[in-house]
């Protein structure tokens, strides 16, 4: 007989445009599992987290699920926290309360640096939870991922942006240099990425 398990879900760092897509489907697949207990997410990322901010999505409509897909921003808050030492006991004491088996943390480099220490701090205490990391970044730059959702989307924008400014650019005879700043921490997929309106 299978055990029925409780997931939490956070998101952390920039919403992209499809953060609330990867929501989405991490509570599709929870229910089409027939494995999950309670789907609950934390208030604005690790914040919620410390504060026992959780919102039980349990029984949200399936109709409410799918609109996430168009939902802008991030539908659950998000925050830019780095962990310190005394925050791990709190942690695991909001995943005891709420019976945690899996947690899904949605985000980018430093969002993957928490999954990280939050998994070894789980293991090192004896606590049982799988700890997943849900690419997001817009950067494209996670280790081991062939590609971030939010990529996409963003190399799109920058494309369409970049052939738009372009077109204005030609408008008058006199010659013009335009200079656009293109986010992408460390990597330069984004930029790069640019060139496709040539």
């Not at 709190?90 to 019976?99: A, G, P, R, T, Y």
């Not at 090192?124 to 959702?149: A, F, Q």
Request: proline share 3%; aromatic share 6%; charged share 20%.
């Amino acid at each position: 007989e299978l055990s029925m398990k409780n997931i939490l879900i956070a998101h952390g760092g920039g919403p992209t445009a499809v953060i609330n897509s990867s929501l989405q489907g991490i509570i599709e697949a929870a229910r089409e599992s027939g494995q999950v207990g309670r789907i609950y997410a934390a208030r604005h990322g690790v914040e919620g987290i410390l504060k026992g901010d959780l919102i039980d999505l349990t029984d949200v409509p399936a109709e409410t699920v799918r609109r996430l897909a168009h939902t802008p921003a991030s539908a659950i808050g998000s925050c830019r926290r780095r962990l310190g030492e005394a925050d791990y006991p709190v942690i695991l004491q909001c995943l005891k309360k709420h019976e945690i088996d899996c947690f899904f943390y949605n985000g980018g480099n430093d969002s993957m640096d928490t999954c990280n220490k939050i998994s070894r701090y789980m293991e090192s205490v004896g606590y049982e939870c799988r700890v997943m990391g849900v690419p997001k970044t817009i950067d494209n730059d996670l280790y081991g991922t062939d590609h971030c959702p939010g990529f996409a989307s963003a190399a799109k924008y920058i494309a369409t942006s970049c052939m738009e400014i372009n077109k204005d650019a030609h408008v008058y005879d006199n010659g013009m240099i335009t200079v656009v700043e293109i986010m992408g921490r460390h990597a330069g997929w984004l930029a790069a990425s640019a060139a496709l309106a040539t």
